[in-house]
Each structure stands twice: as structure tokens, then as C-alpha cells.
């Protein structure tokens, strides 16, 4: 049986060589969950004259999952 964290530990090896990711968006979609579908809902465009530049975040450590956690149900 693989833990979480031993699942972690060996996806933060594999991703982290290719981390960070740097890229444009040129949309973003509010997906939503109607009786129990995810559906697009809505698209909003990026970088257009009316909308105002954002300035990202600086990069956070991820969180490692605790060993007695579980998923939630979906």
C-alpha cells in the first residue's frame, strides 16, 4: 500500500526539475458543480483594456498532506 506520503514525496521528485511553470492566459473559466456535473459556465477574457493588470503572488512551499487524512468524497 503507497501512503500520501510517499505518493508526495515521489511526485515532488518527478515535478520538481520542471517547476516553475511560466505562462499567459488569455482566459479563465468559472466551472461550476449543478447536480453533480461540472459545467463551464462562464469565460472571462485577460489583458484587455478594461481589465487591470494583477500582480501574481510570490510562490508558496506546498503543503505536504497529513498521513492520517483521506480524500473527500466527491
Do not use: C, F, S
Not at 33 to 40: I, L, P, R, T, Y
Not at 63 to 69: D, F, K, Q, V
Request: proline share 14%; aromatic share 6%; hydrophobic share 30%.
Amino acid at each position: 500500500m503507497i501512503t500520501y506520503e510517499a505518493a508526495y514525496d515521489t511526485l515532488e521528485r518527478e515535478l520538481t526539475p520542471a517547476l516553475p511553470v511560466r505562462t499567459r492566459a488569455r482566459e479563465v473559466h468559472l466551472i461550476v458543480k449543478e447536480n453533480g456535473v461540472w459545467q463551464d459556465r462562464k469565460a472571462y477574457r485577460l489583458g484587455t483594456r478594461n481589465t487591470p493588470e494583477i500582480t501574481p503572488a510570490p510562490p508558496r512551499q506546498p503543503r505536504r498532506p497529513h498521513a492520517h487524512t483521506t480524500p473527500a468524497p466527491h
